[in-house]
């Protein structure tokens, strides 16, 4: 039954996100999106400062049903006229991702239909095909999410290699956790970016020294900002929150792209794609768009809604897996969630 429906036209997906604090469910047909739905847990978990697994876990479970049957409802189609159904199985956390995993074992079981396992890391670099349908590659991906950092080389549709990344902090991390110390609530990316218009770059953020050219280290950077709020609270001094958040982002943000053109550069790739939440940030869309353009490049972005979490990326990847893969990404009712996934 898989195998026929990599020649399917209309070959039409529904799949189900649930690996941190959104419940996303999406429908797909022939590569285009017909509904995309999120519900999200930020206000839920935003009293805590960051998100609680149990408390993501209970309202998936509280959720996904009802997110399901609105993107059903808004493509306008039933359940049984999906051809597949698609799950974020990894990377992300355990219980949350059980939630999304079990529901969807269950649809497929019950309607006898394949099920797709997707990896959430390789679903947040589809997104860009879903921004721009003409991205092709060979191309270099930037990795900016809440728990990962890295650069790669996407040599086809399901071939990566894996050039550098973070040896410490995710970037994603860091901005949130920069957010705290500056008492900016969760989630810390776009507090950031908010509290950083009008700063200035006052305050010094050293270049951290790392093994690879194309590695990254965060938390030297988040140390010294932490120690720079630090010593003016106890010097009983005003923090200037914007020019912290400026220097600290401008920062970030370059060190980021450099890493992506010089790659690029290296590998004879013309177009450098983001992924992962901390592309919505504007100064990184800003920073990346001008040294590539500088170096004759072209940079590419989801869009602000599908850099974050959401279930129109993890269609979009089932959607490769079936017409481009060997078939290994179908999965059995023996499927698991997994943690920790590697990317290649
Ligand atoms: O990709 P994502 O939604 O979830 C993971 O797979 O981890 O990324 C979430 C991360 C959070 O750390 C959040 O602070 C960051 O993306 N983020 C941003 C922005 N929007 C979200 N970081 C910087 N600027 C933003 N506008
Ligand atoms: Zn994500």
């Known amino acids: 039954m898989e195998n026929s429906l990599a020649e399917k036209k209309d070959l039409t997906i529904v799949a189900v996100e649930s690996s941190c604090d959104e419940t996303a469910c999406a429908v797909l047909r022939d590569g285009v999106i017909l509904s995309s739905v999120i519900s ?55 219980g949350a991702l059980l939630v999304g995993v079990s529901y969807v074992k269950g649809l497929a079981f019950a309607l006898d239909k394949p099920l797709v396992k997707v990896n959430h890391i390789r679903g947040h670099l589809a997104a860009n095909y879903l921004a721009d349908p003409s991205l092709k590659p060979p191309y270099i991906g930037l990795i900016v999410s809440g728990g990962h950092t890295a650069v790669v080389r996407v040599r086809d549709y399901l071939s990566f290699e894996y050039l550098g990344g973070t040896m410490d902090d995710a970037v994603g991390e860091a901005f949130d956790k920069v957010a ?14 908010r509290a950083a218009k009008g700063g200035k770059p006052t305050v010094y953020i050293p270049e951290p020294k ?63 794609a983001v992924a992962g939440g901390v592309g919505a940030n504007g100064c990184l869309r800003e ?14 972005f989801p869009t602000k809604q599908t850099c974050t979490d959401n279930a129109a990326m993890i269609a979009m990847e089932a959607y490769l897996q079936i017409r481009y893969g060997d078939g290994s990404a179908f999965a059995s009712d023996a499927l698991d969630a997994k943690a920790s996934l590697p990317l290649v």
């Open 210 to 272: 790392t093994k690879g050219e194309f590695d990254f280290s965060f938390s030297g950077i988040k140390t010294s900002v932490i120690n720079f709020v630090h010593g003016a609270r106890q010097r009983g001094e005003e923090i200037p929150v914007a020019d912290v958040a400026y220097s600290f982002q401008t920062a970030v943000c370059s060190m980021l792209s450099r890493a992506a053109v010089k790659a690029a550069k290296r590998y004879g790739c013309s177009d450098v």
């Open 40 to 94: 999200s847990q930020i206000e839920i978990h935003k009293a805590f400062g960051g998100v609680v697994p149990e408390i993501a876990s209970r309202n998936h479970v509280v959720n996904i049903e009802g997110v399901v049957n609105a993107a059903i409802e808004k493509a306008g189609i039933r359940l049984s006229d999906a051809d597949c159904f698609a799950v974020t199985y990894g990377a992300g956390l355990l």
């Open 180 to 193: 705290r110390t500056l008492s900016l609530p969760y989630p810390g990316g776009p507090e950031i970016e």
């Open 287 to 300: 920073t990346l768009s001008d040294l590539c353009l500088k170096n004759g490049l072209k940079a590419h």
